[in-house]
């Protein structure tokens, strides 16, 4: 189960007091479960993606504001990542803060997959979210980031775009472009921060080389007790989220990546009433809806690891009821309308 650490989802409900929503009325109107003690209304160690979701749909309606997550974002505490957000602050720079984020960013919240590349003069931070993610909770990830590095190099530090796969009305879309101070791209492949190479070696004005060292030694030990305690079908779920293309996939070379041999796989998934095959097929049905119109039919059905554009049309026909084609009719048709 996708879940964050407590701290993280404490954080919202310190934000939405400070707006005047009571934080126990809040959680009562979301049907909040997961106290460790019902007395003493202590949070479980981690809170599940489904409450997360909840809270901030709640807050997003409550208060009117259809960026509640942008503007969650914005009041990112570098303590409201818990030790890693410690980790970061002491890093001496920001490549190295970016590998702590990837290394250890499941810690704070295990609910998609981070990313990073460099191409040429630029670099790139991409989200891979799990699907079951809201809007809101895409953007506050994003927008966090993005805060929190400019209260650690500069506050006036832009990235160079930002890319949403969700479709913005032109308004929201001015309000984020305004306070990122960079294009914002809507309907993209990915959810991703696009900035120059430079800034990459700019130093943090809070370098601790010893501390850095000591919080890396905490949070291997906690990122060692935490993926003891993951379930095979989200380590799966992980690993083909951080795959580029779904060519390559197979039983066999995902036994490998996770230590164990095909049929240990098996057994495991089989006791959490799943396959490798359903596991395969939910990530292709993820995909599929980011990759159709933006390349041709066959090449999305390459993409996605089908023998051939048949085989993809059929499988997609099986997930929404029609054809890729007059999906993307109707689609060309409302945005006409």
């Known amino acids: 189960m996708s879940t964050l650490a407590d701290h993280y989802f404490s954080s919202i409900l310190d934000y939405l007091d400070t707006l005047g929503l009571d934080s126990r009325k809040v959680l009562l109107a ?8 019902e007395q003493t209304q202590q949070l479980a160690p981690r809170i ?3 409450s997360y979701n909840a809270l901030l749909e709640y807050a997003k309606h409550s208060l009117n504001e259809p960026l509640f997550g942008f503007k969650l974002g914005q009041q990112i505490r570098t303590a409201d990542f818990g030790v890693l957000g410690y980790l970061i602050e002491s890093s001496d720079n920001l490549a190295s803060a970016i590998s702590a984020l990837i290394t250890y960013d499941s810690l704070v919240a295990d609910i998609g997959k981070a990313q990073f590349e460099q191409q040429g003069d630029i670099a ?3 989200w891979l979210p799990d699907p079951n993610c809201s809007v809101q909770v895409i953007l506050r990830n994003m927008t966090a980031w993005v805060s929190v590095i400019r209260q650690l190099l500069n506050p006036q530090l832009s990235p160079s775009r930002i890319c949403f796969t969700q479709a913005w009305p032109e308004a929201e879309t001015t309000t984020l472009a305004n306070w990122f101070n960079c294009p914002i791209e809507t309907n993209a492949q990915y959810n991703q921060i ?10 943090f004005r809070t370098d601790n080389a010893q501390i850095n060292l000591a ?8 990122l060692s007790r935490f993926k003891s305690q993951q379930l095979v079908t989200e380590k799966i779920d992980h690993l083909l989220m951080a795959k580029n293309e779904l060519d390559d996939c197979s039983l066999i070379r995902t036994a490998s990546a996770l230590n164990l041999t095909p049929r240990t796989l098996q057994r495991h998934l089989k006791k959490e009433q799943t396959s490798f095959a359903n596991l ?9 809806l980011q990759y159709i119109g933006k390349y041709p039919l066959s090449t999305t ?14 499988a997609f026909k ?12 109707n689609k060309l048709m409302t945005i006409k309308s």
């Open 280 to 288: 395969l097929e939910r990530e292709r049905k993820r995909r599929s």
């Open 215 to 222: 919080l890396k030694h905490i949070s291997e030990q906690q």
């Open 301 to 314: 059905a390459i993409k996605l690891g089908f023998n051939d554009q048949s085989s993809f049309n059929r």
């Open 48 to 50: 599940s993606l489904s």
């Open 318 to 329: 099986r997930w929404y009821g029609y054809s890729p084609s007059d999906y993307l009719k």
């Open 124 to 126: 790139i931070i991409r």
């Open 30 to 37: 979301i049907n909040f479960n997961e106290y460790n003690n």
């Open 194 to 203: 696009v900035f120059p190479r430079s800034y990459l070696a700019q130093p």
